[in-house]
Nanobody
Framework: QVQLVESGGGLVQAGGSLRLSCAAS????????MAWYRQAPGKQRELVAD???????NYAESVKGRFTISTDNAKNTVYLQMNSLKPEDTAVYYC?????????WGQGTQVTVSS
């Protein structure tokens, strides 16, 4: 099993930055892939970014060039650096780990971007 704990959400003005953190309960070397998803009110949960073995990353078109996913293997932590935030980035952001063919989720952290 994998427990995930997110932090770093909050309220920020448009154009600002936030960094989300996701601490995993086991070494992320052992996890196939880690990702950030988000869910806005009334919308489906969507993939924001993911990172796989070898550091291969993938981003949603809407965040390319603004968001960066990265890992700190010594801390078993995945980060999402979010720059140039827009009101449409407002959502609950969830950390995800894909481990032994199962998805594990954190509790979510709210990001609100005011215009």
């Amino acid at each position: 099993q994998v427990q995930l704990v997110e932090s770093g959400g909050g309220l920020v003005q448009a154009g600002g930055s936030l960094r989300l953190s996701c601490a995993a309960s086991r070494s992320i070397f052992s996890i196939n892939a880690m990702a950030w998803y988000r869910q806005a009110p009334g919308k489906q949960r969507e993939l924001v970014a993911d990172i796989r073995s070898g550091g291969i990353t993938n981003y949603a078109e809407s965040v390319k060039g603004r968001f960066t996913i990265s890992t700190d293997n010594a801390k078993n932590t995945v980060y999402l650096q979010m720059n140039s935030l827009k009101p449409e980035d407002t959502a609950v952001y969830y950390c995800n780990a894909y481990y032994y063919s199962r998805d594990y989720w954190g509790q979510g952290t709210q990001v609100t971007v005011s215009s």
